[in-house]
């Protein structure tokens, strides 16, 4: 994505580490730290509201004392409505600026890419945000004793608890999937203390009602870009009040000397599809509070925490424990890159999972590049679906860290995506089959965005087709992979049609493309056949190939797309030992030496192309690309070379580089990670960083503890998946395997890695086997 300037953000940033406990005296959490996130006074800015999420609606908690502030989202709320942005003028250029990039005219080819080949218009829609429900407390002042903020990622769950005089006040909050509202519940240990008034604050063009016990807002999403607004929205909030009143005028709904109330909150718009926005949200809505209305509140939150966990209890781990770890969030946070505090990456870890369940469920959107939750209309990027990492960085701990439920909204996004995308396709290359370039929206938009420097990439929607490939390969699920064959099929039918001849070495590249956002030094960063291009297309060729042979289909075709991969441009190794981001050796040449991209090393992570045990002098290459980049950048560029060292062996390079990232400059108070701002991507890479070090699924074999850090003598990671339907735990003890456990999804051989020792097996479907070292040697019982 493009590159912003970050001064304000650091600043906001460095403001919000600083935040004031002034007026709030201090309380412990109820429960362990280990899956807490906790604090000791409210949040004043919306990087320490801490995230609630049922997949498809999400809050942001403040916990505020005399006014509580809950920052609401739905994820079909974006901007505009259904819109094709192919350029009519694409297909008649595209010869023109093949023949300017093959002559080395960069610069030409760019100008005349960005006079005709570019979206029309030049940006997609955003993600917008619903605005704000505030209660205010009659009564109640901002400063409180005994205040606790805290979010309980096990039972998915955000609590403030205070006292005003004698009464302790406490308020939950939880997003719920099984019933599809957000419940608040307000109680007090007196009778008659609860008393508030609720409002709506959005910048949507809206009206707010009060119909009975119910808060209504309803209206319209923005216009954006010249694309009018289509989508009828529709949020309500309903109060159950256990004594005391409930009424209203305006646009106000007031509960007064109720014992308990749970408001319940259900938000929608009338996105059905891509192609459609008939849907009824205020039909829908009304029947989800009628049927919640009816459930007392132990009821929502017993299926509510039953439902999460469901999930979230697949995977436990354990680092180690410090005193650091009794500290609130926000002090382990900014103390982190000087205090040994092991626990926080093991809450880092947690967290991503946590933010993966709150905003990934099916039938949902899937993660953006905020997952869920975003406070504006117009966020950084649009809050869109970055598709040249960011997108896929969102889910690469998914399948591993036993969330492949998740994946099902990015499985139908890239189902949509072949759809709008074969009509691209055709209009802009002439080609068959489909493909996407560098973003996508809610109107799954797959025409190049933003300027030709970013966004003529041709091969966004091939990464996708990786997590399609990788979904089978870890769940082994004949019947899924029946379904998304043809969509694998038709990604590389396009580049069977759309790749050209490099006229130096005979080799098929892409063209036009570039190397994701990076300038390569001679006058744009347009080029053809970018290494990052031909390691996602090779990849793409042997899913297809591999789906074909496994569903024994299109034999001929197979063999097509194994003859057009053999003909693909092969890695180069530059004269200065890097891995070549491009086919020329123009390394060096590029302005940015330490740009945040390093989309060469796809192969490395989070393809298994290249490997330290496989393709040794590949590896050295990459790892001298990577010394070259360093270590520091944007949050999901940390993530990504935490990632890469993890892959090259390196626990404690990698250990170092986690540690950047879970530091006060990259993770924000309530541990959102900072791009700045924020962007959620790199939450989701560090948590399949940490997964890598401990366990790797890759180039046919199961590796453990293939870069464990020195931080970590002592631990364990359970829960986790391999390819081939494999479960494994493990657990390590000064440093050394003390011991793992497979068990097995299916029948098949598994082979297992720990250094230079190699076991092979054949295990039969729900076999379980225990791995130890003996006498040196790898054995299993």
């Not at 809450?347 to 993660?367: H, T």
């Not at 990076?518 to 990849?539: C, E, F, V």
């Not at 879970?662 to 701002?677: K, S, V």
């Not at 494999?726 to 003390?738: F, S």
Request: include cysteine; hydrophobic fraction near 40%.
């Amino acid at each position: 994505m493009p590159h912003l300037t970050r001064r304000t953000a650091l600043q906001a940033l460095s403001a919000s580490a600083a935040l004031t406990t002034a007026g709030f005296s201090q309380a412990s959490p109820q429960a362990s730290e280990a899956m807490r996130l906790w604090y000791r006074q409210p949040a004043k800015e919306w990087v320490e509201a801490l995230p609630v999420g049922s997949g498809r609606m999400g809050a942001m908690v403040f916990g505020g004392v005399a006014v509580e502030r809950l920052q609401l989202n739905e994820n079909t709320l974006w901007g505009g409505g259904p819109y094709d942005p192919v350029n009519p003028e694409a297909a008649g250029a595209l010869p023109e600026i093949r023949r300017l990039i093959e002559a080395g005219d960069y610069a030409g080819a760019t100008a005349l890419a960005n006079a005709k080949f570019m979206a029309k218009p030049l940006r997609q829609m955003s993600y917008q945000t619903l605005g704000e429900l505030k209660l205010t407390f009659p009564g109640l002042e901002e400063t409180a004793t005994d205040y606790l903020r805290e979010l309980d990622i096990d039972g998915a769950i955000s609590r403030v608890r205070f006292a005003r005089g004698d009464v302790t006040f406490q308020r939950e909050v939880i997003a719920s999937a099984p019933d599809q509202v957000i419940a608040v519940r307000l109680s007090a240990d007196r009778p008659g203390a609860i008393s508030l008034d609720l409002s709506f604050d959005s910048p949507l063009p809206a009206q707010v009602q009060v119909e009975g016990d119910t808060l209504v807002l309803n209206g319209m999403n923005a216009g954006l870009h010249g694309i009018a607004a289509a989508l009828k929205v529709d949020c309500r909030v309903r109060a159950v009040a256990s004594g005391g009143r409930v009424g209203g005028t305006g646009s106000t709904l007031s509960v007064t000397g109720a014992d308990e109330v749970v408001l319940l909150i259900a938000a929608g718009t009338s996105y059905r599809r891509f192609d459609d926005v008939s849907g009824d949200p205020v039909a829908a809505n009304r029947q989800r509070l009628d049927k919640t209305a009816r459930k007392p509140w132990t009821s929502l939150l017993s299926a509510h925490q039953a439902d999460h966990r469901r999930l979230f209890r697949k995977v436990a781990v354990d680092f180690g424990t410090t005193a650091a770890a009794q500290r609130p969030t926000d002090e382990r946070i900014r103390l982190s890159p000087t205090v040994d505090d092991p626990a926080l990456a093991a809450l880092y870890f947690q967290y991503g999972r946590y933010l993966l369940i709150a905003c990934s469920r099916p039938d949902g959107q899937p993660a953006n590049l905020q997952g869920l939750w975003n406070d504006k209309m117009n966020p950084p990027w649009g809050g869109k679906f970055t598709i040249n990492i960011n997108t896929e960085m969102n889910y690469w701990p998914a399948e591993p860290t036993g969330l492949a439920e998740c994946v099902a909204p990015l499985v139908a996004m890239v189902r949509d995506l072949s759809i709008t995308g074969a009509r691209t396709a055709k209009a802009m290359y002439g080609a068959r089959g489909w493909m996407a370039h560098h973003n996508t929206d809610l109107w799954r938009a797959t025409a190049p965005i933003d300027g030709a420097k970013y966004g003529v990439w041709p091969t966004g929607g091939a990464w996708l087709c990786k997590h399609l490939w990788d979904h089978y390969d870890y769940g082994r699920d004949r019947a899924y992979l029946a379904q998304v064959y043809p969509i694998l099929r038709d990604a590389a039918l396009f580049f069977v049609d759309t790749l050209v001849v490099d006229p130096k070495s005979g080799r098929l590249v892409t063209s036009p493309s570039i190397s994701p956002e990076n300038d390569h030094g001679h006058g744009s960063s347009l080029a053809a056949g970018p290494t990052m291009d031909q390691a996602i297309i090779r990849d793409l060729f042997d899913n297809a190939i591999a789906a074909a042979r496994v569903l024994n289909r299109d034999p001929a075709l197979a063999a097509e797309f194994a003859a057009t991969r053999d003909r693909l441009a092969p890695y180069k190794i530059g004269k200065n030992g890097q891995l070549q981001e491009w086919m020329e050796d123009w390394d060096a040449d590029a302005p940015e030496q330490q740009h945040r991209h390093v989309s060469h090393l796809y192969g490395l992570y989070p393809s298994e192309q290249i490997s330290i045990d496989t393709t040794p002098e590949l590896a050295a290459a990459a790892k001298k690309t990577l010394e070259t980049r360093g270590d520091l950048s944007t949050g999901w560029a940390i993530a990504w070379r935490l990632n890469l060292w993890a892959r090259l062996g390196d626990g404690d390079r990698a250990h170092r580089i986690l540690r950047a990232l879970l530091g006060p400059e990259r993770t924000y108070p309530n541990m959102f990670d900072a791009h700045p701002p924020f962007q959620i991507d790199g939450n989701f890479g560090g948590a399949s960083g940490m997964a890598e070090m401990v366990l790797q699924s890759r180039n046919g074999a199961v590796h453990l503890l293939p870069a464990l850090p020195s931080a970590w003598p002592t631990g364990s990671m359970t829960g986790l998946r391999a390819r081939g339907a494999l479960g494994v735990d493990v657990w390590w003890r000064e440093g050394r395997l003390d011991r793992a456990v497979l068990k097995a999804g299916i029948d098949g051989p598994q082979r297992v890695v720990l250094g230079g020792r190699t076991l092979e097996l054949k295990l039969r479907r729900g076999e379980t086997r225990t791995i130890r070292v003996v006498d040196g040697v790898l054995a299993a019982s």
